[in-house]
């Protein structure tokens, strides 16, 4: 087989030298999507082998440069196809057909598989029509490629498969044997088809529209439209459009953009012929040739017989058909027929008997006069005439001698000549291969560095959204609480850490009441640095709830008399129903001071209790005192812009 450009298999192919049971690994041939093949050594027989190994470079890769390891995601879909790789074994090792590829085995290591064919010399369809892109092909360089093609897939239709696969690069052109066809990954047995799925395999221009869906019936118009399609590119040069496309363009009501090969090309090829390739292509299969038999008896029909051959000879060759035809009969008379003894045929023996007398009494006469004459001839005479003769021959062998030798320097002119020629082919397909070796690789430089570039776009994208977060999240406030238990008095508020200026905040305040002589209390916020605050009352359970700014006169419950206040506050009160472990909460919603840094807050709690002979207050202990000359605790909150 034709060795490939492998550089892509290498570092996932086995190691050149290592051995696979008693097969030598020598060289790989080629890599896919789904395997690599290699070039062996059966050590056994001492003969070049192929083996071909299932290897999906998609989901697997190779450890200890032997074991194959399958994505564990990806398990159900490795097992998949290694399965599909022993059907395709399986499917080779049944067929035994002089232009069909032969599996002699296939056996299971590494943690897959591989199955062993013979090594051919040459190359695929697809490779020789991509290095004469201009080649015209005539009636019978086809044939002579796709008949034993096509009584290899005869064979495959026998056996009550389908290839489904066929295409230039599956068929392989053998340097001194046949075409042989290849790679039947794709081929599935076609008995019940009607009644079965089969998973959607195609090939682009050369399948056909049932095997773009997994349910639609294939049968063997299936294989023959792929046929068709690879005799068309031969006729063309051109590789036929999708018949997905075909389709769209005749639902669309538009013609069918696949040549018209019946009328552009019927001065080149025989009508009967490119009758069958066309009608071959049907894009509905009833409309196809329907069988193999079919299909060759099309290809070499001898319907017609050229135009410009006069009818006088026509009726020439029809008189010789029929004279051979009366030879042939009158052959095949038996020879032991007897023959009735006439009175008119003993008449005519005598005259022919006199006759033949009479012509061998003159033939006598001639001869003596002959030798009479040649006894005449003198020494000298007879001298000349041998020397005459040895000139003769002399000059005879001369001319032979020269002719030799115009005609080995004639061939070796015409030997040189094709030295030169192949010589130029081999150099252009080495510049050529460089060149387009050069450029897959500018590619592929190209592409990993579009693929890193993309990477490095991802990450900084990820790690500016990363950023962002935490720039957002650090500019967001954390929620604070601060806690008092003394006396009886349990507190809790909740207030942001900071605010932006002119911004709203939320403050919560809770007392629980710890102490069982007590029935009502206090809870106040007030903000010595504020005369006044907008903002509202959010939620609350005091029986009273009131926000008083500076200057207000409210009254003092403590001192029993009216007072004026210094500074904005919000106070809370509960009469006579404060029940023993009960909670009182209110939660206020301001609006931040543009003109402060740092906004205080004080916070007092109060319990009343009512005793037999006094009457009495439980403030926090404390060294800051509010307005009123209540002990408080402060805490503060930052105001940020």
């Known amino acids: 087989m034709l060795e490939e450009n492998i550089e892509e298999a290498q570092s996932n192919a086995l190691s050149i030298g290592s051995m696979l049971e008693e097969f030598e690994i020598l060289s790989i041939l080629g890599a896919g999507g789904f395997g690599i093949t290699y070039k062996v050594k059966d050590t056994n027989l001492n003969k070049i082998m192929v083996i071909k190994e299932y290897m999906p470079n998609a989901f697997a890769s190779r450890s200890n440069n032997t074991t194959v390891t399958c994505i564990s995601k990806d398990r159900e879909t490795f097992e998949w196809g290694l399965e599909r790789f022993l059907d395709e074994a399986r499917t080779l090792s049944s067929f035994d057909h ?119 019936k294939q049968d063997e ?17 051109i590789k036929p459009p999708e018949s997905t496309h075909r389709q769209t363009e005749a639902f669309n009501g538009d013609s069918d953009p696949i040549e018209d090969i019946e009328q552009i090309y019927k001065d080149k090829f025989r009508p009967s012929f490119l009758k069958t390739v066309a009608k071959g292509l049907s894009l509905r299969q009833k409309d196809r040739v329907q069988s193999i038999k079919e299909f060759q008896e099309g290809l070499v029909s001898e319907d017609e017989i050229e135009e410009d051959e006069p009818k006088d000879e026509l009726v020439s060759k029809k008189k010789t058909i029929a004279i051979t035809k009366k030879i042939e009969t009158s052959e095949d008379t038996t020879p032991n027929t007897p023959t009735p003894n006439t009175t008119p045929q003993k008449s005519i023996v005598m005259p022919i008997v006199i006759m033949v007398l009479v012509i061998v009494i003159i033939g006598l006469g001639l001869y003596s006069y002959k030798q009479s004459q ?11 005439t041998v020397d005459n003769e040895k000139i003769k021959l002399q000059k005879e062998l001369e001319r032979l001698k020269q002719e030799k030798e115009d005609r080995d320097r004639k061939e070796h002119l015409v030997k040189l000549q094709k030295e030169k020629e192949e010589l130029l ?19 592929r430089e190209k592409d990993e560095l579009k693929r890193l570039r993309e990477e490095k776009e991802a990450r900084d994208r990820e790690e500016e ?19 008092f238990n003394e006396n009886g008095i349990y507190i809790k508020v909740k207030y942001p850490s900071f605010v932006r200026a002119g911004d709203s905040f939320e403050l919560r305040a809770e007392m629980t009441n710890n102490t069982k002589r007590a029935k009502q209390g206090g809870l106040t916020l007030s903000f010595p640095d504020m005369n006044s605050m907008s903002g509202s009352i959010l939620r609350n359970n005091f029986s009273d709830l009131n926000g008083y700014s500076s200057p207000q006169k409210i009254y003092n419950k403590n001192s029993r008399r009216n007072m004026t206040t210094q500074y904005f506050m919000v106070e809370g009160w509960q009469k006579n129903t404060w029940s023993y472990g009960q909670t009182k909460y209110f939660s206020v919603q301001l609006t931040a001071p543009q003109s402060l840094d740092n906004l205080r807050v004080n916070l007092r709690g109060i319990l009343w209790i009512r005793g037999k002979h006094d009457t009495r207050e439980i403030p926090y202990s404390s060294s800051i005192y509010d307005q009123q000359g209540f002990a408080v605790k402060r805490f503060s909150i930052d105001i940020r812009r």
């Open 425 to 443: 082919r081999l150099q252009h397909e080495k510049e050529e291969r460089d060149r387009k070796e050069q450029l897959e690789k500018i590619q």
């Open 465 to 483: 959204a990363i950023a962002e977060a935490m720039r957002k999240k650090a500019q967001e406030p954390i929620e604070k609480t601060s806690s």
């Open 374 to 384: 040649e006894a005449v001839i003198t020494p000298e005479q007879n001298k000349i």
């Open 98 to 216: 002089i232009s069909i590829v032969k599996a002699h085995r296939f056996f299971e290591a590494n943690n897959t598989a591989y199955f062993v064919m013979d090594f051919y010399e040459g190359e695929t369809l697809e490779d020789y029509l991509e290095k004469h892109p201009n080649k015209q092909f005539n009636q019978d360089e086809i044939l002579s490629v796709m008949m034993p093609i096509i009584e290899g897939l005869k064979a495959v239709h026998n056996e009550g498969f389908l290839h489904r696969d066929i295409a230039p690069d599956n068929i392989f052109l053998r340097q001194t044997k046949p075409p042989i066809l290849i790679d039947f990954g794709a081929s599935r047995n076609a008995l019940g088809v009607q009644s079965q799925n089969i998973s959607a395999i195609v090939k682009h221009g050369y399948s056909p529209p049932e095997q773009y869906t997994s349910s639609s």
């Open 221 to 237: 118009t299936t294989d023959l439209y792929a046929i068709s399609a690879v005799i068309y590119q031969m006729i063309t040069g």
